[in-house]
């Protein structure tokens, strides 16, 4: 009898092949519950520097969408990434994302909207729930509240760098509230060219007064700048002003500072010539003599006795010189001519003037007798 009729072999063969399946099973098993769970190192809290109040939608949803696309989450908020079955194996991982971006959204908003999108079960719908209400296409009244905005902004003398950037976001929120419709491309860089043209009009019209040199030296550019070159042109020569006036203020700094210095000394001088004068002005009316009055007059009311021991010293022989013969002294106040007596000469007898000058001393004099009894 053959091998293969051996019901002991068929029964052997048969337990063998269950075995392996039971061991397969089993290892599937373990490779199952041994399979890492997926890590996410994101956080439900985005770092988003703005937050939704209901007025910025159009900046808000530009910022939001940027943060998330960053994060290659972006299928999550515009369809890319549909929600998986419960029994795939990829639906933890969907949901842990899903979650995420939620939470990005959420905590982006004021405290006061999270009430009203918290509900919702995916990241999906809490964006088409805010973009419809706060924002609809054909929302008229805002886009000429941006229109109107854009034609009244002006410098008004701040920064040109601030007026810039205001300009361009509100430019921004025009193109994102209608944007262009047309499809063909000539028409398209037409149109954009005709906005880009207002654009500058826009942007030189609201600058200050003192820049209106260089906002007609812009429109004589060809070809025609866009607006960022033209707001290059104007900074330079705003920069170039600022750095003007920086010297031209030093300069009067200066000026002023050598106008105070120049008043204090002429006040100065003033006040010393007036004490001067003051004291220059005082004339006796007994003598005529200057520099003192009746009151304190020594020929009126006495010389003192320091008066007659300075006199003996200035004059020790009375007559008028200082022991040497030919040595002028100072007579009168009045210019004249005076003869004095030399003392080789005798005093008993009347002089002579046919003798020549000897023994003479002929001076001129301007100050007070010194040697006056």
Known sequence: MADSDDPNTSGDTSNLSDSILELTTRMTEVLNNARTPAITTETSVASIGIKLDGSNYALWSQVVEMYISGKDKLGYIN???????????????????????????????????????????????????????????SDTSQVYDLKRRVTRLKQAAVSLEKYYMVLQGLWREIDFCRPNPMECSVDIQHYNRIVRE??????????DDRLDNIRADVLQIKPFPMVEQAYAHVRREAIRQQVMNIHDTDGLQGAVLASKALTLSTSAHGKTAKN?????????????NQKHTRETCFKLHGYPDWWHDLQARKCPDGTGTSGSSGTATVASAEPHLSLIQSPAMSTDSPPNFNSGISGLALFTSYRDADCTA
């Open 79 to 137: 369809g890319d990434f549909p929600q998986s079955s419960s029994t795939d194996p990829s639906f933890c991982k969907w949901r842990t994302d899903n979650t995420i971006v939620k939470g990005w959204l959420i905590t982006s908003m004021d405290p006061s909207l999270i009430g009203n999108f918290i509900r919702f079960p995916t990241a999906r719908e809490v964006w088409d729930s805010i973009a419809t209400t706060f924002f609809d296409g």
């Open 198 to 207: 207002d654009c500058v009009y826009i942007f030189l019209d609201g600058l």
């Open 276 to 288: 001067r004068n003051s004291t220059d002005g005082k004339k006796c009316s007994h003598c005529g």
